[in-house]
């Protein structure tokens, strides 16, 4: 009845090879700069691959440049963005899912415009925003500012998670003597912690991959995000590539390989929230 | 005490009625069942009983006290969900224990409660069991465990059996009516299986499209059916219904199908000359006849249920389905002779759907 | 359960606030901006109508930006949809390796744009940049050239990383209506003797359709302010031949200080998009209905 596995199995691969090849090659090379020694990064003609492998560049990268610190103040910036958007993105999914209320479908029109607006036509505002309020350099208020952006999609992704659970569960509880709040504590967040979990680590990811807002009102090298701190060494006049790389996938190996195994629960949640 | 009376109760969903002026009167230990199609409100009136859904207008007395707006948390009601709504995190000792939690009782006294209601519902085995390693029949049980364990005033039933299969029913069926006359628990069930309705109600309540139909004992509704859709609604097979017109002829009157064929009804001196009517046999009232007696039945369907042998077939134009012993030998009958009991048949205004009494 | 009562209000309200807060405040200050004349350090001088949005459109620079903003647009939209189509197809078949080939086509959404910016740019190295080095390799050039030195070669190739980048969001969408497409349909074409192509054409494109307009404005959206690729490796250049609005904005605002004028540009762009933005909510909340 079906074309054989096999037969589809080589017309799949062959027609994807071209784009697999367009992805993964600039990945191996990162990986082969990064442990390049550093004469041979700029040999002419170039080599593809290293005479030999320098894995420990993957250390002197700490010394050698400030990466550590811009790595710090990312996973300061993206936690607290996260723990914001959480809690204030929670409790209003939960109210979209439970409750039928005036000012629902306006609500709902507001997040749809805060996600549009993308923060390059902004950033100008919120600049001054900062500078109004005496925050330039704030990381903690540059983490409110991307809580601020992540809002519209914690609040999609969390409802069309939140809709899962039945509202059957809450209402027996009641009936069973459970006021609100134990209901919400007992019945409902244990069941919502995979998806509040879900949600979040996109919302991590989101900030930890943040550009514009912060290359445009960051002003003190000290208090770069590991982005900035990245695109900072490739301004030098002599680039040191492989110290580059090195950070390049220090700053997206993680990260990636979150992305990836969330990456399933992405495409339920896109189409249902953003779709439906 | 646990009685609950319904005075013009009524629901509203943004202007558009979907309760309308609901009386009724739940005594003490009674097994009241809410029986309609989907669709007619059942479930909406078990919600508001329970003060999950507000109540439009009227009254709900619970012991006679206004409680329109006690808050679910205290009617003292237990509820059995469709989806048996049981804790997906909780085992089965937790999900019942949970309201007997709340209630701040000492630890050891709720233990010996669960472990009894667990016994007595034979699944003192599975206590340390997620509900979602459970079969269907164990979590009804566990659901039920939970509603019984608090001791309430009231038992709350929407349609708990309803995901379950055919033979699992009549068990679970049998369990809850035991349970309930042991433990004289008020209870109001909703359902839409007529079967469950008529085996396990003290009353019925028979809805239809927000309104009342009728309230009655299983036997008045089915004996005695006010109108059309309380006769048509229980009993299986269905009654037979046969239209036609009265023609009155000295004091008697009779009545004559389109195709000239007269049945015999019962001489109600309110049926009017030329009254459109429609005339309703149960299958079970119908018996063997002759051909010097009987109406002629054109076999058309057999069927041996084990129990019985049912027919369907036709009276000249009309339809008809007939219940017998399953002793009578039926074997490619294809001519039959009837007659029926007169006095049990029931005549509806065609126009009213009333019945005409 | 309906209720008319605060209650929802107040889960609500945290979120609103903190959107409302971060997000109309800059647009507010950017109106009151552009209708004022601004000096560099953002003092404001007095009102002056419209004569900021006059200044920045008449400007040839800014037509030539918004024109290639469009080609822009334009350009990654159409290629990442005509590339993303038969591949989230492909992937909904099955085959050997699916789990594999999945994972890598969706790799470039888990790595920020800056940072594929950054690698592109060391890839496009004119001496030491493994394109130049492969392609050589191959036959295909003669000598190395300078990719990012030339807007014509540079404008092509950020389309084409554009496309790359924007390439796994787009097949999540369609991924998500293609499994959403009942199967027993296929089964039932399938019995009546139709072919792939035909089932193709006659089921799965037509039900798909919704998910493709949504792809497409979505990523309308998502490139037309996409700043990161461009910026990164020619920053707008070589002499504003790469600029699109988003690169041209930064360098009104943060690098001429022409603060007026970047604010009257940041209130246009807020406009287009306002339009898109109607444009897909009237396409969301039709669903929703």
């Known amino acids: ?276 | 005490m646990a009685k609950m009376q319904l005075k013009a109760i009524k629901k509203d969903y943004s202007g558009t009625a979907i309760l309308h002026d609901i009386n009724i009167q739940i005594d003490e230990g009674e097994f009241v069942v809410l029986i309609g199609e989907s669709g007619c409100g059942k479930s909406t009136l078990l919600r508001m009983i329970c003060g999950l859904e507000e109540i439009s207008s009227g009254e709900l007395l619970i012991d006679g006290v206004l409680s329109n707006h006690t808050p679910p948390q205290q009617r003292d009601m237990s509820m059995v969900f469709q989806s048996y709504a049981l804790y997906p995190h909780m085992n089965v000792y937790d999900n019942i224990a949970y309201g007997l939690k709340i209630q701040k009782q000492p630890k050891e006294q709720i233990k010996q409660k669960v472990q009894k209601i667990a016994t007595l519902l034979g699944i003192e085995g599975y206590l340390d069991r997620l509900p979602k390693n459970l079969s269907g029949g164990q979590r009804q049980r566990v659901a039920m465990g939970r509603a019984i364990v608090r001791d309430p005033k009231f038992f709350l039933f929407d349609e708990p059996l309803s995901n379950l299969d055919a033979k699992l029913r009549v068990v679970m069926r049998k369990e809850i009516k035991l349970l309930q006359k042991r433990l004289g628990t008020t209870t109001i069930y909703v359902t839409h299986d007529q079967v469950e309705a008529m085996t396990m109600a003290d009353k019925i309540v028979l809805l239809d499209q927000g309104h009342i139909v009728q309230t009655g004992t299983p036997k008045e509704l089915y004996d005695h059916p006010n109108s059309l859709f309380a006769a048509t609604f229980l009993g299986s097979p269905g009654i037979s219904l046969i239209y036609g017109r009265i023609e009155r002829e000295g004091g008697v009157a009779h009545f004559v199908t389109e195709d000239k064929i007269a049945f015999p009804i019962q001489n109600l001196p309110s049926l009017q000359e030329n009254q459109e009517v429609i005339l309703g046999i149960r299958p079970r009232d119908i018996h063997l006849s002759t051909e010097a007696e009987g109406l002629k039945m054109d076999v058309l369907i057999h069927e041996y249920t084990g129990a019985e042998n049912i027919l369907y077939g036709t009276i000249g134009n009309n339809e008809i389905s007939a219940a017998f012993s399953r002793k009578e030998p039926f074997e490619n009958a294809n001519t039959l002779y009837l007659v029926y009991e007169v006095d049990k048949s029931h005549l509806f205004d065609a126009k009213t759907k009333q019945a005409i009494l | 359960m309906k209720s008319g009562s605060l209650k929802p209000l107040l889960f609500i309200l945290p979120s609103f606030l903190l959107a409302f807060v971060i997000i109309a405040y800059p647009i507010i200050d950017l109106v009151r901006l552009s209708l004022n004349d601004v000096g560099t350090f953002g003092e404001m001088h007095g009102f002056i109508g419209l004569e900021n949005y006059h200044y920045v459109t008449e400007d040839e620079l800014f037509t030539e930006v918004l024109l290639r903003t469009l080609y822009w647009t334009f350009f990654v939209v159409a290629g990442t949809i005509a590339i993303s189509l038969p591949i989230a197809l492909i992937l909904n078949e099955d085959f050997y390796g699916k789990g594999i080939a999945r994972t890598i086509i969706m790799l470039p959404w888990a790595i920020s744009l800056a940072m594929t910016a950054v690698i592109w740019k060391w890839l496009l190295n004119p001496d030491y940049g493994m394109l130049n080095h492969l392609l050589l390799g191959l036959g295909l050039i003669d000598e190395n050239i300078g990719w990012l030195a030339d807007a014509d070669t540079a404008f092509p190739l950020q389309i084409l990383i554009g496309i790359l980048v924007s390439i796994p969001f787009t097949i999540s969408i369609l991924m998500g209506g293609l499994t959403s497409i009942p199967t027993d349909i296929y089964e039932a074409a399938h019995l009546d003797g139709s072919s792939y192509w035909q089932r193709l054409k006659t089921l799965t494109l037509p039900l798909l359709r919704p998910f493709i307009n949504i792809a497409v404005v979505l990523n309308v959206i998502y490139v037309f302010n996409s700043f990161p690729i461009i910026w990164i490796l020619t920053e707008g250049g070589p002499s504003n031949g790469t600029d699109i609005l988003p690169t041209y904005l930064y360098k009104l605002a943060f690098r001429d200080g022409e603060i007026g004028l970047a604010a009257a540009l940041s209130v246009i762009m807020l406009l287009i998009l306002l339009g898109f933005t109607l444009f897909y909510a009237y396409f969301a909340m039709k669903k929703e209905d």
């Not at chain 1, 990986?31 to 002197?60: C, D, G, V, Y």
């Not at chain 1, 400030?66 to 936690?79: C, E, F, K, Q």
């Not at chain 1, 914001?84 to 409790?91: E, N, R, S, T």
């Not at chain 1, 134990?182 to 680590?201: C, D, G, H, K, Q």
């Open chain 1, 1 to 276: 009845m079906r074309r054989s596995k096999r037969k589809q199995t080589l017309i799949a691969w062959l027609v994807l090879s071209p784009v697999v090849f367009v992805i993964l090659f600039p990945f191996v090379v990162t990986l082969l700069t990064a442990i390049k020694p550093r004469n041979e990064l700029t040999a002419i003609p170039p080599h593809f691959l290293p005479s030999q492998f320098h894995w420990e560049n993957f250390l002197t990268v700490w010394s050698e440049t400030n990466i550590s610190h811009a790595l710090l103040n990312s996973l300061y910036i993206s936690t607290l963005a996260t723990l914001i958007a959480i809690l204030v993105g929670a409790p209003a999914a939960y109210a979209m899912t439970r409750f039928d209320f005036r000012g629902r479908r306006a609500y709902r029109f507001f997040l749809l415009v805060t996600q549009m607006l993308s923060p390059i036509v902004l950033v100008l505002g919120l600049f001054r925003l900062m500078v109004t309020a005496g925050v330039v350099d704030s990381l903690s208020f540059l983490a409110v500012i991307y809580a601020a952006f992540n809002v519209a999609f914690c609040v999609w992704m969390l409802q069309s998670y939140f809709e899962t659970i039945p509202k059957d569960l809450e209402e027996s509880a009641w009936i069973e003597g459970a006021g609100r709040v134990r209901s919400l504590l007992t019945i409902f967040l244990p069941l919502a912690v995979p998806a509040i979990t879900i949600v979040a680590m996109f919302t991590f990811v989101n900030s930890w991959n943040e550009f514009i807002i912060a290359f445009s009102t960051l002003r003190d090298s000290s208090s770069y995000t590991i982005q900035l701190g990245i695109i900072e060494m490739t301004g030098y006049y002599s680039i040191r590539w492989d110290y580059v790389m090195i950070s390049v996938i220090l700053a997206s190996l993680p990260v990636a390989i979150l992305f990836s195994w969330l990456q399933k629960h992405l495409i339920g949640g896109l189409t249902t929230g953003a779709v439906k």
